[in-house]
C-alpha cells in the first residue's frame, strides 16, 4: 500500500521534497515551467498544513559538476512568482549552509536546494549523500515521477533515513498509469517514436492485455522489416529484427491486433527534403524514407482509437518537427481527444508526445492523463515495480 500525503500530519515539521524542475532553460531564461507548475498543489498543500518546505531537484546533466548553466536559481526565482511569496535559494544541496537554511526556516517558509546532480554522490546513490539530505528534515514527499525509475540518492537513498510518501503528482500519475495496466476493455495502445528498444517491454507486457496495438514512427520500420517488407533509408535497428519477429509471432498466437503502416509519407530527408511521396503500400522506395504514416493508416488507426474505452499513447507517429510530416501524429492526436470527449480514459506519455501535444494546438487537458514522465512512465508500463515506488509502499 503506497504511502501518501494522507498519511502524515506535517505541522510543525520540515518537510523534504523530491520535485521534478528539469525545465528547459535558454539563455537562463526558464523556456517552459510546465513542471514547476505540476509541483504546486503538493507543496501548497504542506505550508497549508504548518509545515516548512525543503525542496530539492536536478536539472540537466552536469555531470557531477557545479555549472552556473545548470542551476536551480531561476527555478526558484519562477516559483516564487507563480506562489506569490519568497522561495529561499542554498547555494549547496547538502553541507553547513544547507543544514543551518534548513533549521533555519519557519513555518509556511520555502527552501529551494542548488541542482541535486552538482554532486556525484546522487547519480551514485552515495549513502553518506543520501544521509546530509535526509539529515535536512523530518520526513520525505516523493513527487519526481520523471526520476521514479532512478536508483538515486533522492530517489532510494534517503528514504532509507526518514519515512517517505508519495506527494499528489506522484500519487495521481501511478493512479492513472495503473488504469492502463488494469484497463477498461478494449484497450488500445498506440506506440510511435523513434527507437524500438525502448518499447520493447512495454510492447510485451501489453500483449497480453490489449485488443489492438498501434505501431508507428520510427519504430515500425524495424517490425516491417521483421515482417518482410521493404524499409528503404528508413530508421532501421538490425539488433532488434529478431525481436521484432518474435513480437509479430506472440500477437499472433495471442489474437491480438498488431497494427503496422499500410503506407507511408516518405521523402529523401527530414530536414530539406527535395523528393516526398505517399507511397501506394507498406513498402518504402529504396532511396527514400518513412517519416509519417499517410491516409489508410491513419483511417485503421482512427477506427481502432474511437472503438477503445481504455487508450494509452506515447510517441509520435512521424517527424511532427517539420509541419509536412506532422499529419499522422496531428491525426492521431486529433482521434484520441474525440474518443475522450466520448468517455474513453485517456493517457499520453512521454517527453515527445508532451513537445507534439503542444507543438500541435492540443492541450494537456483534452486527454484524461498526460504523464510527466518519459522513461519513467515506459517502464511503468511495463509492469515493473520501480525504485522510487518501492520505498513508499507497506
Do not use: W
Not at 549552509?97 to 533549521?103: F, I, K, L, N, V
Amino acid at each position: 500500500m503506497l504511502r501518501t500525503l494522507n498519511d502524515i500530519n506535517p505541522e510543525g515539521k520540515r518537510v523534504l521534497i523530491r520535485c521534478d524542475f528539469n525545465v528547459p532553460l535558454k539563455e537562463g531564461v526558464i523556456a517552459d515551467d510546465t513542471r514547476i507548475k505540476k509541483a504546486l498543489p503538493t507543496i501548497n498543500e504542506l505550508l497549508e498544513k504548518g509545515a516548512s518546505v525543503i525542496l530539492m531537484s536536478h536539472l540537466g546533466r552536469p555531470g557531477g559538476e557545479k555549472k552556473a548553466e545548470f542551476s536551480l536559481r531561476p527555478v526558484s526565482e519562477r516559483l516564487g512568482e507563480l506562489l506569490e511569496k519568497d522561495v529561499k535559494f542554498c547555494q549547496q544541496n547538502a553541507g553547513p549552509e544547507a543544514s543551518r537554511m534548513a533549521q533555519d526556516l519557519k513555518r509556511g517558509e520555502i527552501l529551494l536546494l542548488e541542482n541535486l546532480r552538482f554532486n556525484p554522490g546522487e547519480k551514485e546513490n552515495d549513502p553518506v549523500f543520501a544521509g546530509e539530505l535526509a539529515s535536512l528534515a523530518d520526513c520525505l514527499v516523493q513527487d519526481a515521477f520523471g526520476t521514479i525509475h532512478r536508483e538515486h540518492a533522492s530517489m532510494t537513498g534517503v528514504p532509507e533515513h526518514i519515512p517517505a510518501y508519495a506527494g499528489r503528482l506522484l500519487e495521481k500519475e501511478i493512479k492513472y498509469l495503473t488504469r492502463g495496466l488494469k484497463p477498461e476493455e478494449p484497450l488500445c495502445v498506440c506506440l510511435g517514436g523513434a527507437k524500438i528498444e525502448t518499447k520493447i517491454g512495454v510492447i510485451e507486457n501489453m500483449l497480453g492485455k490489449a485488443a489492438s496495438l498501434l505501431i508507428g514512427g520510427g519504430m515500425c520500420y524495424t517490425l516491417l522489416k521483421a515482417d518482410g517488407r521493404e524499409t528503404g533509408k528508413s530508421l532501421l535497428d538490425n539488433g532488434y529484427l529478431q525481436t521484432a519477429g518474435n513480437i509479430l509471432a506472440k500477437a499472433k498466437d495471442k489474437d491480438v491486433e498488431l497494427l503496422l503502416p499500410v503506407d507511408h509519407v516518405a521523402a529523401d530527408s527530414i530536414d530539406n527534403p527535395v523528393k516526398v511521396i505517399k507511397t501506394g503500400g507498406a513498402d518504402v522506395p529504396e532511396d527514400l524514407m518513412g517519416v509519417d504514416i499517410s491516409e489508410r493508416t491513419i483511417d485503421n488507426f482512427r477506427k481502432k482509437i474511437l472503438s477503445a474505452k481504455t487508450i494509452v499513447l506515447n510517441g509520435p507517429m512521424g517527424v511532427f518537427e517539420n509541419e509536412r510530416f506532422a499529419s499522422g501524429t496531428k491525426a492521431v492526436l486529433e482521434a484520441v481527444v474525440e474518443a475522450t470527449k466520448k468517455g474513453a480514459l485517456s493517457i499520453a506519455g512521454g517527453g515527445d508526445t508532451v513537445s507534439a501535444i503542444k507543438a500541435l494546438g492540443f492541450k494537456e487537458e483534452d486527454f484524461t492523463h498526460v504523464s510527466t514522465g518519459g522513461g519513467a512512465s515506459l517502464k511503468f508500463l511495463e509492469g515493473k515495480t520501480l525504485p522510487g515506488i518501492r520505498v513508499l509502499q507497506d
